[in-house]
């Protein structure tokens, strides 16, 4: 399994938060564990360190602000463009699986040719999940034919409603 499949498998099964506005957590196992998938591992390896009931993984891999580079978002981006979004919809909570998925779009929102690739490829997948009928599905279908702004927050929110 891809190394981000494996990340939602994880925080879905260990119940992490992926509220972007949440002031009690800040869905940190969620911003340390894109440093440990950007510096090359997965949540299957050994020496993985983020889990719900770790407390050492925040002194062992850095303070906050996490504010990734350049290079870390490329790195995550491109795990995350081969991820097969059907496989993380199968094993993970709903609507939980979205939420994890704009944690990437929000966190990793680059300017860069890896993030325009990734939004169309999860537009693709995304709109097996829609309504043919509804706005979204048309929506994702244009950010797939190169019209109109990248994959946004807003649009898994929509994609929520249309399913």
Known sequence: MNQFEELCKLASKEN????????????????????????????????????????????????????????????????????????????CKFPDWLGYLGLILVHMRTDSVEYTELSSIWSSQLSNFTSAESKIHDRLNDIVNKKGTPLNINDLEQCEYAS
């Open 16 to 91: 992490w938060c992926w509220n972007l506005v949440c002031t009690t957590c800040g869905h940190l196992h969620f911003k340390y564990s894109f440093l440990e998938l950007a510096s090359g591992k997965s949540p299957t390896d050994s020496n993985w360190l983020v889990h719900c009931r770790s407390t050492g993984y925040q002194k062992a891999i850095g303070s906050l602000p996490i504010i990734y580079t350049e290079e870390q978002k490329i790195k995550i981006l491109t795990i995350c463009k081969n991820a097969n979004l059907s496989k993380i919809a199968s094993m």
